[in-house]
């Protein structure tokens, strides 16, 4: 269980994003996570809110938005969603592929700021 | 009261770490040191391993090693036996090493004068997989005794590793173990992953690790001097 670890760093890193801004109090953190980025959602979820108290992120809401896996089939030539997780088929043609192009995403990707 | 505004961000939540772990890397890489990190889920063979590696090469190269754990000092108790300096890293709650952990570990400690730096995590199949140590390479063990469907279940930890290392080749026969079935499911969530079988109790394939350590650091040295 390294959610914590995890979220006292989106913690730490809206934080460092936030002293950018001029003003503002955070109501959200958005945050992409890929399937195979070896966290688990509702474990992260449960640590973010620990991880805000005492914090100016006190009370906001972390979104998560799941990215699935997605691979580089050598035989089809393109980018391909897989068939059966985790195992990196190609979800068209069966084939494995080459390597993955997304799914491990661990990544703040926005803050919703009220002044 | 305003309506919130969405402020665009774009920031990997480990950043820091990997930040750090890029600068330990690039240090690592400007002395020549080659720095090899293990990690598995616990009773892998990690110990066992990593001392007779220990054992073997300080004969011809300078190794030290850092150790992981959450509580006890075993580890290196069990290290220190090859002769090699080693040190414990006691994480207390934390079920992985991070970048920082490793830096700290580190000072006092001449990197430069070392030619093999050695890293094993705690032991856990899951939270190491998510921080960079500023390793060259890093090895996941799994052993024949734990079962052929681990890389199924933890697929990301064989996603950051450089190479699988199947152990405890010596109890393959009487745990009924399918290499076959293993080395699929290797390659079903890591495509053309490099997988070497080794058992430290017998000394099979050591010999072949050890040429892929050594073969390895020379090219990286010799990249270094072109």
């Known amino acids: ?115 | 009261m305003n309506e919130p505004r969405m402020v665009e961000v774009r920031r990997k939540v480990l950043k820091e770490n990997d930040l750090l772990a890029h600068r330990l890397r690039d240090r690592f890489q400007s002395v020549g040191t080659r720095v090899v990190s293990l990690v598995s889920s616990p009773g892998s063979g990690k110990t066992t391993l990593l001392e007779r590696l220990l054992t073997d090469l300080r004969r011809e190269y300078r190794v030290a090693a850092l150790v992981g754990d959450l509580a006890t000092e075993n580890d290196a108790a069990r290290l220190a036996r090859s002769g090699a300096p080693v040190k414990q890293i006691t994480t207390g709650t934390v079920c992985h090493l991070d970048a920082g952990m490793v830096e700290r570990a580190l000072e006092g400690w001449a990197v430069e004068d070392l030619d093999y730096l050695f890293i094993e995590n705690v032991g856990n199949l899951v939270c190491p997989s998510s921080f960079d140590l500023g390793e060259d390479l890093r090895l996941v063990l799994v052993s024949t005794t734990e079962g052929e469907d681990k890389p199924l279940k933890y697929p990301t930890i064989f996603n950051t590793a450089d190479v699988a290392l199947i152990t405890k080749l010596d109890l393959a026969e009487a745990v009924g173990f399918d290499l076959e079935l293993l080395i699929r499911n290797i390659h079903g969530v890591r495509p053309g992953m490099p997988i070497l079988q080794v058992s430290a109790r017998t000394g099979e394939g050591i010999e072949g690790l050890e040429h892929l350590l050594i073969s390895n650091h020379t090219e990286s040295k010799l990249a270094q001097v072109q």
């Not at chain 1, 990215?67 to 990196?88: H, Y």
């Open chain 1, 1 to 115: 269980m390294h959610e914590l670890s995890i979220a006292l760093n989106i913690v730490d890193g809206v934080l460092e994003e936030l002293d950018r801004q001029k003003s503002g109090h955070v109501e959200a953190v958005h945050l992409r996570l890929g399937r195979l980025s070896g966290v688990d959602k509702d474990a992260l979820s449960f640590s973010y809110g620990v991880a805000c108290e005492g914090t100016p992120l006190a009370n906001s809401r972390l979104l998560i938005e799941d990215v699935e896996v997605a691979i580089f089939c050598p035989v089809c030539g393109v980018e391909r969603p897989t068939r059966s997780f985790p195992v990196l088929i190609c979800a068209n043609c069966g084939a494995l592929g080459e390597r993955v192009l997304r799914g491990e995403e661990l990544e703040i990707t926005a803050m919703e700021l009220v002044t």
